[in-house]
């Protein structure tokens, strides 16, 4: 292994952590301002009207709920970091499917209309994400709280 200093390991896991944190608050955050094009995303993928509704706003609540996870370092061995790593999964498998049925000259819509992606930009920043997660679930002994359930259910609430 190239860091071979635990405190090193540990230091780059707890920035990689707020990192994660921070992009899924920013997305979020650009998702919710304009709502209104991330719900045709669903829309387009022949949701309905009241399905997209819901869908688009319980995926924003899903990635304040992740971000909150990370920051807060609620379960990050047992539950926070293999959510995170799936749901990056899911959406750069529906990454690949938007690259194949619709090419790379589309907007992703993962940072909502503020920053425009294309699937191949997202896709390589979920992969980046995707290593900082295995990097911490390998090199990483976040503190256990007392109170981590309790804070996880109001926080995410």
């Not at 924003?60 to 749901?87: C, D, P, T």
């Not at 000259?105 to 294309?118: E, K």
Request: hydrophobic fraction near 55%; aromatic fraction near 14%.
């Amino acid at each position: 292994m190239l860091l071979k200093n635990t405190s090193t390991k540990q230091i780059i896991s707890f920035l990689f952590v707020l990192i994660l944190g921070i992009v899924f608050i920013i997305s979020g955050q650009t998702k919710f301002i304009s709502i209104e094009p991330f719900e045709w995303t669903f829309m387009d993928l022949g949701f309905s009207n009241s399905i997209s509704f819901f869908l688009a706003r319980f995926l924003i609540g899903f990635e304040f709920a992740l971000a909150l996870l990370l920051i807060l370092h609620l379960f990050l061995k047992k539950f926070s970091l293999a959510i995170v790593q799936i749901f990056l999964m899911v959406m750069t498998l529906y990454l690949i499917v938007l690259l194949i049925t619709k090419g790379n000259n589309v907007d992703c819509g993962c940072f909502g209309d503020s920053v425009p992606m294309t699937p191949i930009q997202s896709i390589l920043k979920n992969l980046v994400m995707m290593a900082m997660v295995y990097f911490v679930q390998k090199n990483y002994a976040p503190i256990n709280y007392k109170f981590q359930t309790a804070i996880a259910i109001i926080g995410t609430l």
